[in-house]
């Protein structure tokens, strides 16, 4: 039987009971790890990171826990290579895909300790001016954010297992609330050696943070009403999540990233041979292979106006056809597999769902694999397919979590917003023009419905940062079916981990509150 990776709680490492449950190479099939969390003290580790993380944790200013942050960071980047061979043995990533993950984690930590820095010494945040209550100004109130008082749990998705941990857990930190990770069992290796790496660094305060690898199961129990819960995965999990007794009687706060429609919609000015139409080419093929499709922003509809149907299906299937999938270690392959061999099975599954109500422009079922053997591979090529008709209401409900995406025409643009619209809520979709005012318009007719528009004119063909890249400088997540949740967006997301509060009283109680506390 492989290693069992111990899970770390209450300041110490901890084996869990029973075999564990196995983690696999997704293209060979070999058993890498075990994981279990069974048989543990989940409501004392959890009581222990309220207590001793969050007290040491509160007593340090904004600016001493940025520091924090980054030496995390320096950490992280010391150990990098080997993440990216975990990540190569248990995600089947290329290693430009695990970069997106393993980068995008330690990036995302050193910009969130610059914020801090900038932060100074404070232990609160004010929210707005004093306002006076009395006429002669003489009571008013003041609105301050203060770091909650218990724990931040995170149940995380398997598709980063990097990048999902240190994204939240930046900002928690930054705050002075406690970690406690769960990362999905399926490739939590890498999340569990990071946080190993930083606890051997002795760079954190005792429970400032945990992990526990394996089932989820006990840890909701164990939460009270002042901590927090940030989950990202599907919305089925989501909705257990909200009707469990810590959320419905406790009030424990949630932040919820689900499912996913997200679109690709080409502006009728674009026409094929345009820059505009290049562009939107390269950003749904790009969508479509990096990390096997298993992106939560990844492009699932692409909306293209009915007269350049047929021209988009042609080009991008051109482009499809030429990307190589297999063994990620071996370097002609552009695209690796998909996580597990389960999730091969629920991606297959969704593709015949799919070709039910739309017709194949590209068969990715079809694709030869590089070096890697399709009866125990997780490996499958990217798969386009087109509904003519626009009619196809399955296409609007049903993600696909992998390399597959959907093509679909609109009459005008006020079809298309409507279409777009039917996937009821999405993390982002990026736009295509040459027309910098009727993208501006149409991003603003979408907005409600989003948590990102992203528009991509000419002008910036060379310089956006990609449809699917999340960028801790702008918020990350989405209205309705998208979670309803809210990450990142620069400062705005310790607003999570603090409490709202109005303080009230004379003029001369409020100025001895000091600007962020002693």
Not at 72 to 81: E, G, M, P, Q, S
Not at 241 to 246: L, T
Not at 461 to 488: C, F, K, Q, Y
Request: hydrophobic share 45%; aromatic share 6%; glycine share 10%.
């Amino acid at each position: 039987m492989s290693t069992l990776l111990p899970n770390f709680l209450a300041g110490r490492w901890q084996a869990g009971d029973g075999p564990g449950a196995p983690l696999f190479d997704p293209v060979s099939g070999a058993e890498l790890a075990r994981v279990s969390s069974a048989g543990l003290d989940l409501a004392a580790a959890c009581e222990y990171a309220r207590h001793e993380g969050g007290t040491a944790l509160r007593a340090l200013t904004y600016r001493e826990r940025a520091g924090l942050l980054a030496a995390i960071a320096d950490v992280l980047k010391a150990n990098r290579d080997r993440y990216f061979d975990i990540a190569l043995a248990n995600s089947g990533t290329t290693h430009r895909d695990s970069a997106v993950d393993i980068d995008g984690a330690i990036f995302t930590l050193g910009q969130y300790a610059r914020w801090g820095t900038e932060l100074g010494d404070a232990r609160w945040l004010p929210d707005g001016e004093a306002v006076p209550l009395a006429k002669d100004g003489s009571f008013r109130s003041q609105h301050v954010s203060v770091p909650v008082r218990g724990l931040a749990l995170f149940i995380n998705a398997f598709n980063f297992p990097a990048w999902g941990l240190w994204e939240k857990a930046a900002p928690a930190l930054l705050s002075g609330v406690p970690v406690v990770a769960k990362p999905a069992t399926a490739t939590a290796w890498l999340a569990q050696a990071m946080v190993a790496d930083v606890i051997a660094a002795g760079v954190l305060p005792p429970g400032a943070l945990s992990i526990a690898c394996g089932s989820a199961r006990g840890l909701l129990d164990a939460l009270q009403p002042f901590d927090v819960v940030s989950f990202t995965g599907s919305a089925d999990t989501a909705a257990a999540i909200r009707a469990h007794d810590a959320v419905v009687r406790r009030s424990v706060r949630v932040n919820v990233e689900a499912d996913s429609l997200n679109s690709a919609l080409l502006l009728p000015d674009a026409p094929p041979g345009s820059p505009a139409f290049d562009l939107l080419i390269d950003e749904v093929v790009r969508e479509m292979t990096v990390k096997s499709g298993q992106k939560c922003t990844a492009i699932r509809r692409i909306f293209v106006p009915a007269a350049h149907y047929a021209d988009a299906g042609r080009a991008i299937s051109a482009r499809l056809a030429q990307i190589t999938v297999g063994d990620p270690r071996n370097d002609a392959v552009h695209m690796g597999s998909l996580v597990s061999r389960a999730q091969w099975e629920s991606v297959r599954a969704g593709i015949a769902q799919l070709r039910r109500h739309a017709e194949v422009l590209h068969d990715g079922e079809a694709t030869p694999l590089v070096d890697a053997d399709p009866s125990v591979s997780a490996c499958i090529g990217p798969t386009l397919l087109g509904a003519p008709d626009a009619s196809a209401g399955a296409v609007h409900e049903i993600e696909v979590f992998g390399p597959v995406a959907t093509l679909l025409p609109y009459r005008d643009l006020d079809d298309a917003t409507r279409q777009v619209r039917l996937g009821q809520g999405s993390l982002v979709t990026s736009i295509y023009t040459g027309d910098d005012a009727l993208a501006a318009r149409v991003a603003l007719e979408l907005a409600d419905a989003h948590g990102r528009l992203h528009v991509v004119t000419p002008a910036v063909g060379a310089t956006h940062s990609g449809h699917g890249n999340v960028m801790p400088m702008s918020l990350h997540g989405g209205p309705g079916r998208a979670g309803g949740g809210e990450e990142l967006g620069g400062l705005r997301a310790l607003q999570f981990y603090h409490r709202r509060t109005a303080i009230q009283g004379a003029g001369s109680v409020l100025d001895g509150l000091g600007a962020g506390g002693p």
